[in-house]
């Protein structure tokens, strides 16, 4: 399983089994889509003076104190009213792009997506072995643009997870009538299907960094690319995100949604697209 999270199954191939000469960065990338909505509470009366009274064009406000007087001046009413409302808002591929605009990273938001970038695990690189722990970085690319890496933005980090993993690999010899050996070609399958709990990092809007939990059902294929034996993954969605940031304000929002994968595109060489030597 490669992303956003690998299985954590071992897989063992010996490495006259599994054998690899190339020295390209195969791997994939992949739509992101961001669905996610904020509950962030907010004032729910108008500023009023010491009467009780609305002040006019008076500002928002969560709470406000009063005292009613009898003829003589004496306090007969002293009240106290907090009032709040629950606004709730959108944080869509949309909204994390302008983000990225207000932060210098863009000058404008037409034409940008942001697509995850992952490095494919070579089995015939590893041939004693996996406990996969790789994970994506965050690139918003454009046509005819360099693709900026924003994984400081957005970032998903590994926990628990059970798999249901299916795989095997075979080997086919063939030799000649004197006994040498004429061919010896691989052939590999697998695939799995993990949840998994998820920690999830998304960048400063409108507050501090906001660290979420999700849940993360992913899918992932074996194949045979050129002379590499790969594991790639072939989709999934971040589900059941949740979480809570205290904004510049200092006001608590609480987020939940989702992220989603489209299946990935396989590359051959991810250093020819994207600014980045190894991807994770």
């Given amino acids: 399983m490669k992303f956003p999270i690998t299985t954590g199954i071992m897989i063992t191939?010996?490495?006259?089994?599994?054998?690899?000469?190339?020295?390209?960065q195969l791997g994939s990338d992949t739509l992101v889509t961001l669905t996610m909505t904020g509950h962030l509470e907010t004032p729910g009366t108008i500023q009023k003076d010491g009467f009780g009274k609305p002040i006019r064009n008076g500002q928002a406000a969560f709470e406000n104190t009063w005292t009613i007087y009898d003829k003589n001046g004496n306090p007969t009413q002293q009240s106290y009213e907090y009032v709040s409302q629950i606004v709730k808002f959108k944080i869509s591929n949309r909204d994390l792009l302008q983000q990225f605009q207000i932060e210098g990273i863009i000058n404008d938001i037409s034409g940008w997506s942001l697509k995850a970038v992952e490095k494919a695990f070579i089995l015939?690189?590893?041939?004693?072995?996996?406990?996969?722990?790789?994970?994506?970085?965050?690139f918003i690319t454009k046509a005819g643009q360099t693709p900026i890496e924003v994984t400081d933005f957005m970032r998903i980090d590994n926990s628990a997870h059970p798999s249901s993993v299916k795989f095997t690999a075979t080997r086919t010899n063939k030799y000649t009538t004197t006994g040498n050996l004429l061919t010896s070609i691989p052939a590999v399958t697998g695939t799995s299907s993990t949840r998994t709990a998820m920690?999830?990092?998304i960048g400063e809007l409108d507050g501090e960094n906001l660290e979420l939990y999700a849940i993360a059902d992913t899918t992932s294929r074996v194949m045979k690319v050129g002379n590499d034996i790969a594991d790639f993954?072939?989709?999934?969605?971040l589900v059941s995100i949740s979480g809570a940031i205290i904004t510049q304000e200092g006001a608590v929002a609480v987020l939940d949604g989702s992220w989603s994968f489209t299946t990935p595109k396989i590359i051959s060489d991810l250093s020819s697209i994207y600014p980045i030597s190894a991807p994770n």
């Fill in 233 to 237: 993954f072939q989709g999934g969605k």
């Fill in 199 to 201: 920690h999830v990092t």
């Fill in 13 to 24: 191939a010996s490495t006259a089994f599994l054998s690899s000469v190339s020295q390209a």
């Fill in 124 to 138: 015939s690189d590893n041939p004693e072995g996996i406990e996969g722990d790789n994970v994506p970085r965050f």
